[in-house]
């Protein structure tokens, strides 16, 4: 089934604690991206990779980092959380030009 | 800059009354694409259509038609007999070709649906 998933789904974590949301897709696409999503914001994109070893900064892209070192994969780093990053994280994939984003199904972070 | 507004923030009706979920969007792009997406309470984000920027024909699936108009730049959504299962926060986004080749979406801020029964 072609797909996209995030690990872990659910997390409560304290200021300061370094995090890793996982996110990996099975169809072989070599965009990928990561949107947060606050109330009454909406969602904004974090950073994207359009390949392997090539990532940059999307809209709202301080307190993250990214890696890409396998077209499947794309984890996001908070490396010192803070309570301002407490939201709903979407990762997302496609086929550069094809138009349509595969969404994962969101990791709910909780920053105490 | 792109941009996507969403006007209305919450509209709550009746099962079986028709709703229309507006979207207005910004773009300086010629070749651009418009996206409708469905986020039910569980959370995820459901795909409902795709549409490209040459392409004004108007959309039915089932309850759901989609009315694209360049001369006003709207891209609205009627659901037709709504239900129950029809509450959900939608979202409407746009996608160009200018954005450094991000293929990035650009959101509106949502419009969430209460159908009542």
């Known amino acids: 089934e072609a797909q996209v998933t995030q690990n872990p789904r659910y997390l409560i974590t304290v200021t300061g604690k370094k995090l890793t949301v996982t996110c990996s897709q099975n169809m072989n696409h070599e965009y990928m991206s990561w949107y947060r999503q606050d109330p009454g914001l909406g969602l904004r994109q974090i950073y994207y990779?359009?390949?392997?070893?090539?990532?940059d900064k999307g809209d709202v892209p301080e307190g993250y980092k990214v890696s890409r070192k396998e077209k499947r994969n794309f984890p996001l780093i908070l490396e010192s959380p803070s309570p301002n990053q407490t939201s709903l994280y979407f990762c997302?994939?496609?086929?550069?030009?094809?138009?349509?984003?595969?969404f994962g199904p969101g990791t709910r972070l909780t920053v105490t | 800059a792109q941009k996507v507004t969403q006007a209305q923030t919450e509209i709550s009706v009746v099962e079986k009354e028709d709703v229309t979920l507006d979207c207005v969007y910004e773009?300086?792009?010629?070749?651009?694409?418009l996206f409708w997406y469905k986020q039910p309470p569980s959370g995820e984000l459901v795909f409902l259509i795709r549409?490209?920027?040459?392409?004004?024909q108007n959309e039915i699936s089932g309850r759901y038609s989609w009315n694209f108009q360049k001369s006003t730049s709207s891209f609205n959504f009627t659901i037709t007999a709504s239900q129950v299962v029809d509450s959900a926060v939608y979202f409407c986004?746009?996608?160009?070709?200018?954005?450094?080749?991000?293929?990035?979406?650009?959101f509106g801020k949502g419009t969430k649906l209460t159908v009542n029964p």
């Open positions: 773009t300086r792009d010629t070749t651009y694409y």
């Open positions: 986004a746009l996608q160009t070709a200018s954005q450094g080749g991000s293929e990035k979406l650009v």
């Open positions: 997302a994939s496609s086929l550069l030009g094809a138009g349509e984003q595969y």
């Open positions: 990779s359009m390949n392997v070893e090539v990532t």
């Open positions: 549409r490209n920027s040459f392409d004004e």
